[in-house]
């Protein structure tokens, strides 16, 4: 027997949601829900309406508090920290209403998301006028190639106003924004919304081309578009008032009773 201890596995958990509640008065939003997101993944959330993705979503972003249970993002319990803390330790989103400012230019947009990563404290900019230029036109130059890899007429648009884009454009804008910081799990809140249904297969199309092209970005999304979500995902959670019902690659949940029942009820 060898005296050579086999070295540890690499955690292949990103996220880790354990026991996670919610409570808004009386209602129990998320009950006792654990969900794990293993790295380079692309994992569904589905269920009907009012079932608690969203809810979901907002808790380990940091914008609701848990009542009870613990989030863990890549070996750090975020539970409690502040969005801005989640955001810096690596976790970005979109959401399913745009939250574009539509006033500013499309890199504007883009550059609210690389905020983290940009030194733009008072002195600096002040003193440090040539390296502010500088990183200013790498910022451009990063966000052109990223913008074009959804759409090269939409990387020709970088100084436009986002109020001058389509609706298939902001939603590819509002991604670009979530990537552009580098994160290590983006959380996708409906991105067909709003969209046709060519329009919709073709911003997929692209998210499988980025997350390619960036090595396996691991990726949560919530998704009503169900051949989306048998096209994109690795395996799916199905979430019924607040609690998980089932989980497994998309074949097998959209088969199991309690998911038929869940989103078309008893018969």
């Not at 959401?95 to 983290?116: E, I, K």
């Not at 067909?192 to 997929?204: F, I, P, R, V, Y």
Request: glycine share 10%; aromatic share 4%.
């Amino acid at each position: 027997m060898s005296g050579h201890a086999a070295p540890p596995a690499k955690d292949t958990s990103l996220l880790m949601a354990s026991g996670l509640s919610v409570k808004f008065g009386g209602l129990l939003a998320l009950n006792a829900l654990d969900i794990e997101v293993k790295r380079g993944e692309i994992l569904g959330l589905i269920g009907p309406n009012g079932s608690g993705k969203t809810t979901f979503f907002n808790v380990i972003s940091g914008i609701y508090s848990a009542s009870s249970g613990n989030v863990v993002l890549d070996g750090q319990d975020t539970t409690t920290l502040r969005p801005q803390q989640i955001a810096a330790h690596g976790l970005a989103r979109t959401f399913q209403r745009s939250r574009l400012c539509l006033s500013l230019s499309v890199f504007d947009n883009l550059m609210l998301g690389a905020v983290r990563r940009l030194n733009s404290g008072l002195w600096y900019n002040l003193v440090r006028r040539g390296q502010l230029a500088a990183d200013i036109g790498s910022a451009a130059k990063e966000a052109r190639e990223l913008l074009a890899i959804f759409n090269p007429q939409l990387a020709d648009k970088l100084w436009q106003p986002a109020i001058s884009l389509g609706m298939i454009d902001r939603r590819r804008l509002e991604i670009c924004r979530a990537l552009i910081g580098r994160p290590k799990l983006v959380l996708l809140d409906e991105p067909s919304a709003g969209m046709t249904h060519d329009e919709t297969n073709q911003l997929m199309s692209e998210i499988l081309e980025v997350r390619r092209g960036l090595g396996g970005l691991t990726i949560v999304m919530v998704e009503h578009e169900m051949g989306l979500i048998e096209r994109a995902t690795d395996r799916c959670v199905v979430l019924n008032y607040g609690k998980k019902i089932c989980e497994g690659k998309y074949s097998q949940v959209a088969a199991d009773p309690q998911v038929r029942e869940a989103y078309l009820g008893k018969s």
